[in-house]
C-alpha cells in the first residue's frame, strides 16, 4: 500500500525546514552550494561506475525486488540505482543529482551480513530521504559554506540546520520501517551499525537495548517512571545518535498512520503523539549550552574555545578553516584569528576540572561533538587531532567513541 510521505514526515523536520527556507541567509548559501557542486553528482556516480558494482536484477534479484517494493511503498518513481562498495565496514548512504538517477550505495559487508528484513529497512531510509527530498537543503555544506565576507549562515542558523538533519533522519527512519514492516527488523539494524557485530557470538538482546536506549532519551518529562540515577548518557559507548533513533521508531510502529499503512488494522498512537515523544528525545542534542546563560554554560563555553584551540594546533598549525568554525559555534566576537596557542593550551586541564565539576555530562558530551565540527573544517582529522579530542573526552568523563561515531555521522549526514 503507496502512502503520502507527509502524512508520516517528523514534525520536527517540516517545521524546521520550512523555517529554514524562509530564511534569506539560508536560500543564499545553498545557491551559492549548487553553483559550486554542480554536476557532482553525475561526478560522484562516475567514480562509483570505476570503482563499486551497480546491482543489476540479473546479478540479485532479491535486492531488486526489495528496491521495488520499496519504491511502491514509498510511491516513489524516480529512477534509482543500487551500487555496491567493497568496504569492511557497515555502511549506506544515498546521493541525488538534478538530472540523474538516485544513487544508493551500500557497502559489500552490509549486503552481506543483513537479511532481508533489515536490508529492506535500510534501503527504505535512503529512499525515504528522496521521497521527502532532503537533499534540497544540502547539509553539512548549507551550514558551512563561505562568500568572501565569510560563513554565509549565522552560528543560530548553522545550529538549526544541524538539528534539521538530525530530524530528517527520524523522517527516513519511518520511511524504512514502513519498507521493512518489521520494527524488531530495524531496531536488530540498528544494533548491528552501533556496534558493527552481526556474529551469531553475540546475541542480539533487543530489551537490554531497549534498556540503553532509556538511559539516553528518557529525560524526566517523557519517562513514564522517575529515575533516581544519573546515567542520561551511558548510551554513548556504541553510538550517539541510534538510541534515539531506535526510540522513535518503535513508537513510530504503534502509531495508527504505520498500522493501517502495514494492514494491522485501527487504533495506535496519533502522529502528534508521536512526534511529541520524538521531540522531546531530539533536545538531547540540541548544542543548548551554546545558547543558554546559565554559569554552567559559561563555563562549557569557555572550554569549548580552549579545547578547540588544542584541537585545531594538536598537527602544529591552526588553519583558518578551523578557526572560522570555531567562531561559527561561539561568535565571531568571542574568537581571535591571532591567538596565543601556548597560553590557551596551559589552560585546558584546569577548564577540564572545572567542567568535571559543575557542567552536566549532557553539555560535555556535546562539547566532544562540537569539537569534531572544528578538527574537521579544514577537510581531514588527522591522527593528532583524533588523539586529542580522545583525550579530551576520556578526561571529561564522555566515552572516546562519541568522537568517532560523531565524525562518522558527520561524513555521511544523510545516512
Known sequence: MAIEPRTYQARRDI??????????EVERAINKVKELTSGYGLVGRRRLLTGALRLTRSMSPEIADTLQRCRETLNYDWPVEIFVRPEPVFNAYCMKNASGPVVIVLSSRL????????????????LGHAAFDHFGVPMPLTATVEDMAGTMVSRPTALQLYLWCRAAEISADRAGLLCARDPEAAATGFFKLASGISSERVRTDLQAYAAQVESLAATPD??????DDDDTLDCFSTHPYSPVRVRAVLAFA??????????????????????EIVDRDLKLMDPSYLENKDSESTWMRRLLYTAGVAVAAANGEIDKREILALQALLGA???????DVERVVKELDGRIEDAVKNSPLAYRAQLIQHLTVVAAADGTVDDAELAEMCRI???????????????????????
Do not use: C
Not at 15 to 24: A, F, H, P, V
Not at 264 to 270: Q, S
Not at 333 to 339: A, P, T, Y
Not at 399 to 414: I, R
Open 333 to 339: 566576537d568571542e574568537v581571535s584569528h591571532h591567538i
Open 222 to 227: 517523557a519517562r513514564r517512571k522517575p529515575r
Open 254 to 275: 504503534s502509531s495508527r498512520v504505520y498500522r493501517e499503512a502495514t494492514g494491522l488494522g485501527g487504533g495506535g498512537l496519533e502522529m502528534a503523539e508521536v512526534d
Open 15 to 24: 517545521e524546521l525546514r520550512e523555517t529554514l527556507l524562509s530564511q534569506r
Open 111 to 126: 549486503v552481506e551480513a543483513f537479511n532481508p528484513a533489515e536490508l529492506s529497512f535500510v534501503i527504505g531510509h535512503e
Open 393 to 415: 573526552a576520556d578526561k571529561l568523563g564522555v566515552d572516546p567513541n562519541v568522537v568517532t561515531q560523531t565524525l562518522h555521522g558527520a561524513a555521511w549526514p544523510m545516512d
